[in-house]
């Protein structure tokens, strides 16, 4: 059983940073892709970004260039988001997941792609 555990949330004033960890078990981590969603009140999920198996990226397309990195640790089975220069409007839960289908060929941005997902961890960015 596959289980993805996010860490990192938590309250910080516009401008700073955080950065999230999802560790991962149950799944051969080096060979799957991952990706951050994330869902703030009243709106639908959103992709934030998606990193592969072999290491490519993919990023939500609004966002300022190098103001969010995804980063993978295979050592570690763990994916890493990190968030700088974060806004007000950056506040929702935020959710690993972890692609379906291992080796995949491309990098995965889209929900139906991923068959396992975390519980979420907070963030709140204060203006």
């Known amino acids: 059983q596959v289980q993805l555990v996010e860490s990192g949330g938590g309250l910080v004033q516009a401008g700073g940073s955080l950065r999230l960890s999802c560790a991962v078990s149950?799944?051969?981590?080096?060979?799957?892709?991952m990706g951050w969603f994330r869902q703030a009140p009243g709106k639908e999920r959103e992709f934030v970004a998606a990193?592969?198996?072999?290491?490519?990226?993919?990023y939500f397309e609004d966002f300022e260039r190098g103001r969010f990195t995804i980063s993978r640790d295979n050592a570690k089975n763990t994916v890493y988001l990190q968030m700088n220069s974060l806004k007000p409007e950056d506040t929702a839960v935020y959710y690993c997941?972890?692609?379906?289908?291992?080796?995949?060929?491309?990098?995965?941005?889209?929900?139906?792609?991923?068959?396992?997902w975390g519980q979420g961890t907070q963030v709140t960015v204060s203006s």
């Open positions: 990193i592969s198996w072999n290491g490519g990226t993919e």
């Open positions: 149950g799944r051969t981590f080096s060979s799957i892709g």
């Open positions: 997941a972890a692609d379906s289908r291992a080796y995949r060929a491309i990098v995965p941005t889209t929900p139906t792609l991923f068959g396992s």
